[in-house]
């Protein structure tokens, strides 16, 4: 049975820092991209943050380049999300996921749709307060 499991979550000032991270059991981690995601009741799940199987390759949207950093340890089979400046528009469920590397669109290792994850964390909150 797979599982991924986020921890690292909680409430933070406005300009503060989190480290997310997101142990996973039943895979062969190192099989997997792995991406982070996030939603709102007033939004749908939002692409974060993506690592392609190896950690070579990152890939982030513009409204968290540069305060943002994912990266992987495939010995412990754990994505972190190192979290820097926050705003309170960070606020939100996070979602750690994983994507089977040989299901990727060719050329490209790492991925961003939501949609396209074949597995999913429970979530964990974070709350960014001004």
């Known amino acids: 049975q797979v599982q991924l499991v986020e921890s690292g979550g909680g409430v933070v000032q406005a300009g503060g820092s989190l480290r997310l991270s997101c142990v996973s059991s039943?895979?062969?981690?190192?099989?997997?991209?792995m991406g982070w995601f996030r939603q709102t009741p007033e939004k749908e799940r939002e692409f974060v943050a993506s690592?392609?199987?190896?950690?070579?390759?990152?890939y982030y949207p513009d409204s968290v380049k540069g305060r943002f950093t994912i990266s992987r340890d495939n010995a412990k089979n754990t994505v972190y999300l190192q979290m820097n400046s926050l705003k309170p528009e960070d606020t939100a469920v996070y979602y750690c996921?994983?994507?089977?590397?040989?299901?990727?669109?060719?050329?490209?290792?790492?991925?961003?749709?939501?949609?396209?994850?074949?597995?999913w964390g429970q979530g964990t909150q974070v709350t960014v307060s001004s």
């Open positions: 039943g895979l062969t981690f190192s099989n997997y991209a």
């Open positions: 690592i392609s199987w190896g950690g070579g390759t990152t």
């Open positions: 996921a994983a994507r089977r590397k040989s299901l990727l669109a060719s050329g490209r290792p790492y991925y961003t749709d939501p949609r396209e994850s074949d597995y």
